[in-house]
């Protein structure tokens, strides 16, 4: 079957850096997306992947290794308003996208 | 401002009733899709439509039916509703089902099935 992995999860500082990892077994692979989520309300896209490497947009970053089948997100000089929820989503062969049930992000001051 | 609109923003259904979800958006994509979002559950694909005047079926289609009679809408119906259709819906859209292009997501649906 087919199946994304990702913490439930996780608690930062303000100002700090924090990577939230994804981890994806899928038939095949037409690309990877990171959405963020705030509490109610609609997802939010924040970055694709689909070659090997670093993909950076201000204060985040996405990774992708398709031969290990891992992704992250990494988030910098964290803000409260970075309190929401990660989701990881992967395009198989057949270009629907199977979605992880995501990563709740708690930041603290 | 261009976008995705959902109707209602929450509802409260007796089982057994018949619902229709509504869905437009004005950004003249090609592929639009309908979510249900549960708590501990990634995204689940019920239905989707890569152009107007076809859809397909998702992950989760039972008890759910669309139709795509032009490119700007795209209703859910629930032809008789049951307790465990009680879920957050969202109606997305992106330019093509092709690799790179990225969903855009409605404000969701909350439906409640008693």
């Known amino acids: 079957g087919q199946n994304i992995d990702q913490p439930t999860e996780m608690t930062a500082t303000e100002g700090a850096i924090v990577q939230i990892n994804c981890t994806y077994q899928?038939?095949?692979?037409?690309?990877l997306f990171w959405y963020q989520q705030h509490a109610g309300e609609a997802p939010t896209f924040l970055s694709y992947?689909?070659l090997d490497g670093l993909e950076e947009k201000g204060r985040f970053s996405s990774f992708l290794s398709r031969s290990k089948g891992y992704s992250y997100l990494l988030l910098k000089e964290l803000q409260m308003k970075d309190s929401a929820s990660y989701l990881c989503?992967?395009?198989?062969?057949?270009?629907?996208?199977?979605w992880g049930a995501g990563t709740k992000l708690i930041i603290k001051p | 401002i261009a976008g995705i609109t959902q109707a209602p923003t929450s509802q409260i259904l007796a089982a057994g009733r018949r619902m229709t979800l509504r869905c437009t958006q004005d950004m003249r994509h090609n592929a639009m899709y309908w979510y249900r979002q549960d708590l501990g559950l990634g995204l689940r694909l019920i239905h989707y439509?890569?152009?107007?005047?076809?859809?397909g079926k998702g992950e989760v289609p039972d008890g759910y039916s669309v139709s795509r009679a032009n490119t700007d809408d795209f209703p859910l119906t629930l032809a008789s509703a049951v307790p465990s259709q009680t879920s957050v819906y969202f109606c997305a859209s992106s330019e093509s089902g092709d690799k790179g292009s990225p969903l855009h997501f409605g404000n969701g649906t909350r439906l409640t099935v008693t």
């Open positions: 989503a992967v395009r198989d062969s057949n270009y629907q996208l199977i």
């Open positions: 899928t038939s095949g692979f037409n690309g």
């Open positions: 439509s890569n152009t107007a005047g076809t859809t």
């Open positions: 992947n689909v």
